[in-house]
Structures are given as C-alpha cells and as structure tokens.
C-alpha cells in the first residue's frame, strides 16, 4: 500500500477508535514518525496532509527540516542529549521526552537565547525498564515542579513508551496509569502547567492509546512501512 493508502486508514482507525471511547476524532492527532525515512517520504505524507512529523535523531532532523522548509510542525520524540539541544532551538514545536531537570534547563537556555518559548512534555517511565528514558511516577511531581519554574518551557502534558506486547491491550494498564498521573500533576495546581496532551500509543497499539485517552499517537511503520533500523 501506499503512504497515501496508509495515512487514509489510519485516519479512519484513529476516528474509529475515538468513536468507539466517547471521544472526538478532532482531539486525537497524528505524529507521523519519519525517522530513517528519506525527506521524500516526508513530502508525500506531507501532500495527504500530515502536519507533525516526529523524529528521533538531532542530525536527521535538522537535515530534513532544511530540505522540506515550510508546513511542517516537527516533534522531537527520541533521546535528547542536553549538547544537542541547540541544534534544534527553535526548529522543534514540541519535545515529547523531557525526563531530567539538567536537560530541562539547557532547552531552557537555548531557546532563551533565541527568545522564544518551547512547548514540551515529561516523559515517565511507567514500565520501569532500564532500556527506555523517563522519569520515576514517584519522581514526576518534583520534576514537574521544578520545570515549571524555567521561564522558556511549557509543560503541556506527559509522554510513555510501554512495554512491547502481542496483544495491544496488555498496554492498556501502562496508559491508563499515565492518564492518572496527569490528573494528579492537575491536581497539584503547578502554576503554568497544563495536562492537556497525553503522547502515547505506537503503530501496534495506538487504538488501546485513545480508549485511554491519548491526544498525541506516534506512528511509524503503519504509515511509511517498515522503517530502516540503524
């Protein structure tokens, strides 16, 4: 199938599954996840209209985003190294894995330096796996405090990545427990901090995501096909 083909019935899957939670389609949005695939691949998801484009990787992105100037709103959602974060100062709509005050801080200063203001999210590691980035559920208040402070950043909501599974719904529990944790950062009334976005659900598990309450779903493969591993 086509990326044309592709992005229709992922449209469709998304308004479904919206649908079927009580949820408006409108309020689940697309993150099309473009890393390893070529600036071409880009543009024809572009021309279906897909707005965000999520990447992984600094230099893939500032490539990308020079060769395809123009509508396009680019989310960082990978492993952020605090000595890369200029690099993409002022590219990047959105950072979807913000886990550590220290790399706060230089988004922070880098976009300050720049004088405008970054939109981002907390990652959490619900799973508690070594292997992926996040901050602890006992740790996130804290952090969200702290963050909250930095007069750059916009704390928007949060971010997980589950564990993988066969079976779409053992996911269910991981983004369930996100959306809990996002009524409890609201709770705590943080001046500043909004939990409007929740960025979760993948290509196999995306449909779990919104019955949970995903607004942000990042997709990849069931897009632009299986994507090159580097």
Excluded at 31 to 59: D, H
Excluded at 196 to 201: D, F
Aim: with cysteine; glycine share 10%.
């Amino acid at each position: 199938m086509s990326i044309a083909d592709n992005f229709s019935l992922i449209r469709t899957r998304i308004a479904a599954a919206a649908l079927k939670a009580g949820r408006d389609p409108a309020a689940v949005r697309l993150v099309a996840v473009s890393k390893t695939k070529p600036a071409a691949a880009v543009a024809e998801a572009r021309e279906c209209g897909q707005l965000i484009f999520g990447e992984n990787y600094v230099q893939e992105l500032v490539g990308k985003a020079v060769e395809l100037p123009g509508a396009i709103s680019w989310h960082f959602i990978g492993n952020l190294q605090s000595n890369k974060v200029r690099q993409i100062a002022g590219l990047v709509d959105m950072i979807h894995s913000v886990d550590r005050i220290s790399l706060a801080r230089e988004i922070d200063r880098q976009w300050g330096e720049i004088g405008r203001s970054c939109d981002i999210l907390i990652q959490v590691n619900i799973s508690h796996e070594a292997t992926k980035g996040g901050t602890s559920q006992s740790q996130l208040l804290d952090l969200v405090g702290e963050v909250a402070e930095l007069p750059q950043l916009r704390v928007k909501g949060l971010m997980t990545l589950p564990p993988f599974f066969d079976d779409p719904e053992a996911a269910r529990p991981y983004f369930r427990a996100l959306r809990e944790l996002a009524g409890e950062v609201e709770a705590a009334g943080i001046a500043g901090v909004e939990m409007h976005e929740l960025s979760m659900g993948m290509s196999g598990d995306f449909e779990a995501a919104i019955a949970e309450g995903a607004t942000l779903i990042r997709v990849g493969s069931a897009l632009f096909g299986e994507r090159d591993y580097r």
